[in-house]
């Protein structure tokens, strides 16, 4: 008796496991907390990046906003502010993470 119960509970928890997979895989997810340690490193590393290939110094200033999707690893999508001098511009990001590998795939100005 007992025991069926448990193979129950089993497979109602795998089925529910896969309908949730089903769920988030694929989809964007707003980043609640945006003062996220993480989050703030992967903006910084956008930044980095970014100035390493177009020879700017762009300094990140803060991140407005941002979502997350996970398909094979994470993609961050960021909308962050940057600061050079006095000038302060905003960008959108988005940078690929895997297994601690990160990719910058976009960095594009963004017009309010
Ligand atoms: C970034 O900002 C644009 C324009 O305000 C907005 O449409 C977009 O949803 C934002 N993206 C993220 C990831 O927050």
């Not at 008796?1 to 707003?30: C, D, E, H, K």
């Not at 991140?63 to 302060?88: K, P, Q, R, Y």
Request: one cysteine or more.
């Amino acid at each position: 008796m007992r025991f069926q119960y448990v193979i129950l509970m089993l497979i109602g928890m795998s089925a529910f496991m896969v309908v949730r997979n089903q769920v988030t895989l694929g989809g964007w997810i707003p980043i609640k907390n945006i003062n996220d340690p993480h989050v703030t490193s992967i903006a910084t590393y956008a930044v980095t990046e970014y100035d390493k290939q177009s020879g700017l110094k762009l300094k990140l200033e803060k991140v407005i906003s941002g979502e997350t999707n996970v398909v094979d690893g994470t993609i961050f999508c960021l909308n962050i502010s940057t600061t050079t001098n006095s000038a302060s511009n905003k960008y959108n990001v988005v940078v690929l993470e895997k297994l601690s590998q990160r990719k910058l795939t976009s960095f594009v100005p963004l017009h309010a």
